[in-house]
């Protein structure tokens, strides 16, 4: 059985929702605890009565010292602050011998058990943002992202995972800080402060805006697969980090942010699908709940309609750089 744990609130929900029917696809033996973080979003969650899922409720997750945080940190900043209390959580609660947390923006494309098993005799599993040289913001936001990051129950795996929840309830937010930032930055010097930490080596894991020019991807007999163009080696896909992806007005998605650069084929082979998945949440959750809003508030799309040659641009081909009417891709 391979344990996760995750997070988010309604703003994020067709999403969350998403990435679990991934799971679902991709994996014989799986659960998933997910932290609903408000009370709309636990009511649709539990409503849907996810065969492999635990649906968690703030109520019955947050502490004292949870709360004292809270007070001080803005939404995003909480829900960093939270990552490494769930895997403590699940872990504690469940008796579990390990738990992987994982975004709720990602999507699977293949079975994750491929990754937590590289693990061998460890007790960590983290994974480095590997960004592209363009991109690299290692020394501000870290070298490693928290976006997959698994633990065991190990007395070497629950040192670290204590340590860093209390740094995290400690020390927060969305700023840089005397080497700090958020939640990941903590992760830096895990490989010598701790023992028996895994850095994560497949590939498959963790293609992402950052570092998608890195690599080519290719879909083949119904499998998606990612090839490093330096050195020429492929895996089969596991998941992509669909970082900064936004719902936008007028029907439009803008896929991520405008200074990063993807691939028709990274567009057509992995963002279609994303795209599909996220409406086939969608019709899941107006089913039950036709009026809950399961996105965050629409992007305006100003960078597009305030600069004449990309306004020009989009009305013509329905696309400009990220941004693309529903309809091209659905």
């Not at 605890?33 to 649709?44: G, K, L, P, R, T």
């Not at 937010?173 to 080596?201: A, C, I, N, P, S």
């Not at 039950?288 to 996105?295: L, M, R």
């Amino acid at each position: 059985m391979q344990n996760f744990c995750t997070l988010f609130n309604s703003a994020y929900l067709s999403r969350g929702l998403a990435m679990y029917r991934s799971l679902e696809r991709v994996s014989r033996d799986f659960h998933l605890y997910i932290f609903a973080f408000d009370d709309q979003c636990a009511d649709v969650l539990q409503r849907l009565q996810l065969k492999h899922a635990t649906i968690i409720s703030l109520k019955e997750f947050e502490d004292e010292d949870l709360l004292k945080a809270k007070a001080d940190r803005t939404a995003g900043e909480y829900c960093w602050t939270c990552t490494s209390s769930t895997i403590w959580y699940c872990i504690h609660t469940y008796s579990l011998d390990h738990c992987t947390y994982v975004d709720a923006d990602l999507l699977f494309f293949s079975d994750p058990k491929v990754l937590t098993d590289e693990l061998g005799k460890n007790s960590v599993l983290i994974t480095e943002h590997r960004y592209s040289p363009e991109h690299d913001q290692s020394d501000l936001s870290g070298i490693y992202c928290v976006q997959f990051v698994t633990f065991r129950s190990t007395a070497a795996g629950l040192k670290a995972l204590e340590w860093w929840k209390n740094a995290c309830i400690d020390w927060c937010y969305k700023r840089f800080e005397e080497g700090k930032f958020g939640d990941q930055k903590y992760l830096d010097d895990w490989t010598t402060r701790f023992e028996g930490v895994h850095v994560l080596k497949n590939i498959g894991g963790g293609v992402a805006p950052w570092n998608n020019t890195k690599y080519s991807i290719t879909a083949r007999q119904g499998k998606v697969f990612v090839k490093e163009i330096a050195t020429l080696h492929e895996e089969e896909l596991v998941f992509y980090h669909f970082h900064d992806f936004r719902y936008g007005d007028r029907e439009v998605f803008r896929l991520t942010a405008e200074r990063y650069l993807l691939s028709a084929s990274l567009i057509s082979t992995v963002y279609r699908h994303y795209l599909a998945m996220l409406r086939a949440s969608e019709t899941e959750i107006k089913r039950i709940a036709p009026n809950v809003i399961f996105h965050e508030p629409l992007l305006r799309l100003d960078w597009i309609t305030t600069n004449l040659g990309r306004k020009l641009t989009f009305l013509l081909k329905g696309y400009y750089k990220n941004y693309y009417k529903k309809k091209l891709l659905l």
